[in-house]
């Protein structure tokens, strides 16, 4: 069974820092792209980020781009999102993602995109 479990979520006041954290397991996904999104109550699942297949490449949406940082660690199938100068727009459940096709040479913006979720984490910003 394949899953994704993030951990790392929280309250923090603005200008902090989190990092949060994504295993899988059941599966490697070291040739697949994988990604962050967020969902905000009473708000539709929004884009974070996106990272390839090696690492070797990002995409942030502009509302956290300079601020965000996704990784990934393909030895330990793990993903990772530093998050920094949080704001409290940036309050919302926090979900990462995996495509099941490998490679791919188009960026994966949409929830669409993506065949494996995690149950999501908590993130929340207090002003």
């Known amino acids: 069974q394949v899953q994704l479990v993030e951990s790392g979520g929280g309250l923090v006041q603005t200008g902090g820092s989190l990092r949060l954290s994504c295993a899988a397991s059941?599966?490697?996904?070291?040739?697949?792209?994988m990604g962050w999104f967020r969902q905000a109550p009473g708000k539709e699942r929004e884009f974070v980020g996106t990272?390839?297949?090696?690492?070797?490449?990002?995409l942030y949406a502009d509302s956290v781009k300079g601020r965000f940082t996704i990784s990934r660690d393909n030895g330990k199938n793990t993903l990772d999102l530093q998050m920094n100068s949080l704001k409290p727009e940036d309050t919302a459940e926090y979900y990462c993602?995996?495509?099941?096709?490998?490679?791919?040479?188009?960026?994966?913006?949409?929830?669409?995109?993506?065949?494996?979720w995690g149950q999501g984490t908590q993130v929340i910003v207090s002003s």
């Open positions: 993602a995996a495509r099941g096709a490998p490679f791919g040479s188009l960026w994966f913006r949409r929830p669409a995109d993506y065949d494996y």
């Open positions: 990272i390839n297949w090696s690492g070797s490449s990002t």
């Open positions: 059941g599966r490697t996904f070291s040739r697949n792209a």
